[in-house]
């Protein structure tokens, strides 16, 4: 079955910009979202296809993909962003979903 | 704003059967494949099941495979997932999500969850 591997955590400042990666064989071949959670609360997708942006979720948010890694950046960090990451693919093969183990972003 | 409305969820017995509904509002229901998705106690997302908007494409997990039936009611803006055989490792809250796209060209993404409904396998 495909893997998707996350950093459990990443810390940043305020202001400073945090980038939370998601490994996985090829990923570059596939689309990927990313996912977050806030503590007690369902997730929301904050980019989808790799790059997209859904129109409530501010343009500090962006994603790239290529090769073996998807990247999920978030510039000008806010204490809002404090969160669960977590990216997610379809695995073609198998036509099932699959997550990342999630990272828990930090504001420090 | 869509909404999606879980429901079901509750203490059962190892071995045991029970049935979650999520109830869709403010937005064409059959337009869209709809999914499950839990997370157990203090754990990561796993995707468990999905069905397009016709119900003629269904996927599961392997973890639940032969297990849990996921259906959709059209009519009544209805989905459910039937759990029989019920394990320990079933113990999560449970969410439904909503595809961005049918799901009979392959699934897209979730643009809105539920807000979950707890399920706890436990004697």
């Known amino acids: 079955s495909y893997v998707l591997t996350q950093p459990p955590s990443v810390s940043v400042a305020p202001g400073q910009t945090a980038r939370i990666t998601c490994g996985g064989n090829n990923i570059g071949s596939k689309s990927v979202h990313w996912n977050q959670q806030k503590p007690g609360q369902a997730p929301v997708v904050v980019v989808y296809?790799?790059?997209d942006r859904p129109s409530r979720i501010p343009e500090r948010f962006s994603g790239s993909n290529s090769g073996n890694t998807a990247t999920l950046t978030i510039s000008r960090v806010e204490a809002g962003d404090e969160a669960d990451y977590y990216c997610q693919v379809w695995d073609s093969s198998s036509d099932q979903g699959v997550f990342g183990g999630g990272t828990k972003l930090t504001v420090l | 704003e869509v909404q999606l409305v879980d429901s079901g969820g509750g203490l059962v017995q190892p071995g045991g059967s029970l049935r979650l509904s999520c109830a869709a509002s403010?937005?064409?229901?059959?337009?869209?494949?709809m999914h499950w998705v839990r997370q157990a106690p203090g754990k990561g997302l796993e995707w468990v099941s999905g069905?397009?908007?016709?119900?003629?494409?269904?996927g599961y997990a392997d973890s639940v495979k032969g297990r849990f039936t996921i259906s959709r009611d059209n009519a009544k803006n209805s989905l459910y997932l039937q759990m029989t055989s019920l394990r320990a490792e079933d113990t999560a809250l449970y969410y439904c999500a909503k595809d961005k796209g049918g799901g009979t060209s392959g699934w897209h993404y979730f643009d809105y969850w539920g807000q979950g409904t707890p399920v706890t396998v436990s004697s």
């Open positions: 296809d790799d790059s």
């Open positions: 403010r937005f064409t229901f059959d337009d869209y494949a």
């Open positions: 069905v397009s908007w016709n119900s003629g494409t269904i």
